[in-house]
């Protein structure tokens, strides 16, 4: 699960950033409603973590522009402003879920879990296609009930496939799921990662379509023949050329 993070106390910021990462998650973090704005144009994110109290905007005028450029990930606004007109004004612009400073953090991680579930074509509680389930909250994969032994990465990336089944995901949009701005990122890292998520789930998993991504769906390994067709280059050119290069914009040149 991705995150941006608009927050510009730092303690809060570097509090809240250290929290998420910790419990599984890649946050991006801006303290300005102008970085906000430019960051919400990656597609990746599945949820925002807004405040209110921001140096240049405020942040439910934030809320306001950003659902006016386009669809958002749901918002969750973190204030330390209670009255209840403040969160009826956010619930109002669009936010999807309000916590209070000082909050409770294990609430503010199953809140996030939870709206980016609803914000999904099939939601419940867990992830599932065939035999294959994934636990976001509890960080638990398993296929016919045994649990597979994923690296973080690994599990973040099926998490991301398991969210839409049979949806096709780029390359940099993986590498956006996965990691943070300023992550060290290797640049055929997610390329890896997806050559052992691919071998602890065994054939028929994850598929590669040619020039465009991946995707997780259940099909025998013998529908898909341009996988294993010999002679063709093992590894087609990335989407992106930017694979080797994170940690500056968020606003990415390749969001396709
Ligand atoms: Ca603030």
Do not use: C
């Amino acid at each position: 699960m991705k995150v941006l993070l608009v927050e510009d106390d730092v303690s809060i910021g570097e509090g809240v950033v250290a929290g998420l990462s910790a419990s599984g998650m890649a946050v991006d973090w801006v303290q300005t409603g102008g970085q906000a704005l430019a960051a919400l144009a990656n597609p990746a994110y599945s949820v925002v973590v807004l405040d209110l109290g921001l140096p240049d905007i405020d942040g439910l005028d934030l809320l306001r522009q950003a659902r006016h450029k386009g669809p958002l990930p749901p918002v969750l606004i973190l204030s330390a402003r209670n009255q209840s007109q403040h969160r009826v004004t956010g619930l109002n612009l669009g936010a999807d879920d309000y916590l209070v400073k000082p909050f409770d953090f294990d609430e503010l991680v199953a809140r996030l879990h939870a709206l980016h579930r609803r914000s999904l074509p099939a939601s419940g509680a867990l992830f599932t296609l065939a035999e294959l389930t994934v636990d976001p909250l509890r960080r638990e994969a398993t296929r016919g009930g045994m649990p597979l032994a994923l690296s973080p990465k690994e599990f973040n990336l099926l998490s991301a496939l398991i969210e839409q089944p049979g949806v096709v995901r780029s390359l940099s949009w993986l590498e956006d799921r996965l990691y943070a701005w300023g992550e060290e990122v290797a640049s055929n890292a997610v390329q890896v990662h997806l050559h052992h998520l691919k071998r602890k789930l065994g054939e028929g998993w994850v598929h590669n379509i040619r020039g465009v991504g991946y995707k997780l769906a259940r099909q025998p390994a013998d529908a898909e023949p341009e996988e294993t067709t010999p002679g063709r280059s093992q590894v087609s050119s990335p989407p992106s050329g930017g694979l080797a290069q994170r940690g500056r914009s968020g606003a990415a040149d390749d969001t396709a």
